[in-house]
């Protein structure tokens, strides 16, 4: 009896113990596939990168093409990761990740200059599990498919595709649209001003 009692009290001691770490590091709740995409993209905070069009089809090239695109890990917390993507003097897209539900959600935050939210955001979804320790993969929620009905069939992708690069892309298999961005990690460039809404 002595010995079960033992064996229970360790059990439960390290049950107790993986609970405190997953609190205190969310991210130990992550598949060990996600919990090390994570720990890269973690690694991009307070730097930023530029970025060219690498793949694009006729529906975004007006909208993209040619323009500045600069990548910035604005802030890093243990299940939170903000990177803002500076489009020109655009400042108003936002890459909102966070741990939920033991997956990692995409967020596209947009802003007006004033830091007001624009209409049409706060779109993405959850990375279905484990994913790839270099690639995830967000299929549209179901907030997507209300504000943007067109597009519940969008998946957005983050890719380290080696140590030296990184693609965000986003693919619209209905009306066969999709983008491809890569940014070039090893050459880290001045951070641009914060996002519209974050400057506090």
């Known amino acids: 009896m002595y010995v079960i009692s033992r064996l229970f009290a360790l059990a439960l001691t390290g049950f ?3 609970a405190a770490a997953a609190d205190s590091d969310p991210a ?9 995409f994570w720990q890269q993209l973690s690694s991009l905070c307070g730097k930023a990168f530029t970025g060219r069009v690498s793949d694009v ?3 975004y090239r007006a909208a993209i093409v040619g323009r500045e695109l600069i990548a910035h890990g604005v802030s890093c917390e243990p299940e939170r990761i ?15 990740l966070t741990i939920v539900d033991d997956t990692i959600r995409l967020k596209h935050d947009h802003r007006h200059r004033d830091g007001s939210e624009e209409a049409i955001s706060q779109y993405g979804g959850d990375a279905p599990v484990p994913g790839l320790a270099e690639r995830q993969i967000f299929p549209a929620d179901a907030h997507t498919a209300e504000i943007l009905p067109e597009r519940a069939d969008n998946f957005w992708f983050m890719h380290f595709v080696s140590e030296d ?4 892309g986003v693919h ?3 009306h066969g649209h999709s983008i491809r961005l890569a940014f070039d990690l090893t050459e880290p460039v001045d951070p641009p001003p914060l996002p519209w809404g974050f400057e506090d």
């Open 16 to 18: 107790l113990a993986s």
């Open 28 to 36: 130990q709740r992550l598949a060990p596939e996600q919990r090390a």
């Open 57 to 59: 089809t006729e529906y």
């Open 82 to 96: 903000h990177i803002a993507l500076h489009v020109d003097n655009d400042r108003s897209r936002n890459w909102i």
């Open 165 to 168: 690069t990184f693609h965000y």
């Open 172 to 174: 619209w298999p209905r």
